[in-house]
């Protein structure tokens, strides 16, 4: 089959690989219809290449049809259209239970200090052959999966195996009062998505970004929006001066590790990127750094006793954060890589009636998979107005 494999910093390529097949009888094969490049995949584009190898397989956000399953799998049968959720999970340990699978205690990545397993990310989450591929096996397939409905396109039900559920915990774990105010920093899919869930909520949200074309999606649906790039006042003082000199009640950073305006941590990123991978491995497993202006910001953003939710990835060790202001503003902290299966049923209906938060539109470009190598150049210098880039296998 053909597959988009990771080949070192900035370089993936879709090459031929062996065909997965059932290993265990709880898996499933899958024959992928659509998969999306999330902002997680561009962070082993630049920064986490020391826990890749070359020839892992990419992504974790596939939807399609089961074409096998293992003798043990009773919930699904060959001809179901699925979408599968980035994390594996069991459905049955405690974690599960409680509505974390992605901590999972069945397949966590223990060797690494880690939560469940993710498909295409990195030894740190189990190194899982993952989803930008035209096959895929699917480990715990009873519980890794969310069936959806034949008939509408597959850009209806795609979301469900990230974006929708990762911005839907990110709003969530936000803990707006009713009517309250929320700011999002960071447009990209799950900031984008954010404003929306936000805004379909009846919260007023500002959403904050540096890409006109970002911007103007978000301002299109309502959200206020703040171009970096064009103010000279601290961010801070902006939103405080739109909320009577308080702050918003709550702020998502869906930026991450990455952000802009960190350049002593983005050189410190970019050094560690070339060092052999075990020598990079031990630092950034004992002294690695983000760049941190986004979640800085948000503390400074916040109202005092106002919540910040941490939805972009952060992967630091040694990180500074301003204990002093946190503890003196009371700001609550929530974060962590979303939930899928404990959000779905919350967000199927806002699939089935109607088209609320627009997810038929979303994408920016559809591309076969073959396009891999060029949409992910795209996607991460912001080019040609990407915002979410869905691959097509079944495209020639």
């Not at 902002?39 to 956000?61: F, Q, R, T």
């Not at 540096?210 to 206020?224: I, K, N, T, Y």
């Amino acid at each position: 089959m053909k597959a988009v494999t990771w080949q070192g910093r900035r370089k993936v390529a879709v090459e031929t690989v062996p065909d997965p097949r059932i290993e265990a009888p709880t898996d499933a094969i899958i024959e992928v219809t659509s998969t999306g490049i999330c902002g997680s995949d561009l962070h082993l584009y630049e920064v986490l290449g020391a826990y890749m190898s070359n020839g892992d397989v990419l992504g974790h956000e596939p939807m399609g049809r089961v074409v096998e399953t293992g003798s043990a799998v009773t919930g699904l049968r060959r001809g179901d259209r699925v979408v599968i959720p980035f994390q594996i999970s069991c459905g049955a340990c405690y974690m599960c239970r409680t509505g974390l699978p992605t901590q999972c205690e069945t397949t966590q990545v223990r060797e690494y200090g880690c939560g469940a397993a993710l498909f295409g990310y990195s030894k740190l989450y189990g190194q899982v052959p993952g989803g930008q591929a035209e096959y895929l096996r699917v480990p715990h397939a009873d519980a890794t999966h969310v069936k959806v409905p034949d008939g509408p396109s597959d850009d209806r039900f795609l979301y469900l195996s990230d974006v929708l559920p990762t911005a839907w915990q990110a709003v969530e774990y936000a803990a707006v009062p009713d009517g309250g105010s929320v700011t999002v920093l960071g447009l990209g899919p799950i900031g984008d998505m954010a404003c929306r869930v936000a805004a379909h909520r009846g919260y007023r949200v500002i959403g904050v970004d540096r890409v006109p074309e970002r911007l103007a999606r978000a301002a299109d649906r309502g959200v206020e929006v703040i171009d970096l790039d064009a103010v000279d006042e601290p961010l801070g003082d902006i939103i405080r001066g739109w909320t009577d000199g308080r702050g918003t009640d709550s702020v998502i950073d869906a930026v991450g590790m990455e952000a802009h305006g960190s350049p002593l941590a983005s050189m410190a990123q970019r050094s560690a990127a070339f060092l052999p991978d075990l020598v990079a491995q031990k630092v950034m497993d004992t002294a690695g750094v983000d760049r941190l202006a986004a979640l800085h910001s948000a503390v400074d953003i916040v109202r005092r006793g106002g919540t910040i939710s941490v939805i972009g990835v952060y992967g630091g060790m040694l990180d500074p954060m301003p204990m002093r202001v946190l503890f003196d503003k009371q700001i609550q902290v929530r974060m962590g890589q979303a939930n899928v299966k404990r959000w779905v049923d919350d967000i199927m209906p806002l699939l089935r009636d109607g088209d609320p938060l627009g997810v038929d539109t979303f994408a920016t470009h559809r591309l076969p998979l073959t396009d891999a190598p060029r949409a992910y150049a795209t996607f991460q210098q912001k080019t040609d107005g990407a915002v979410k880039i869905v691959l097509d296998p079944t495209a020639n």
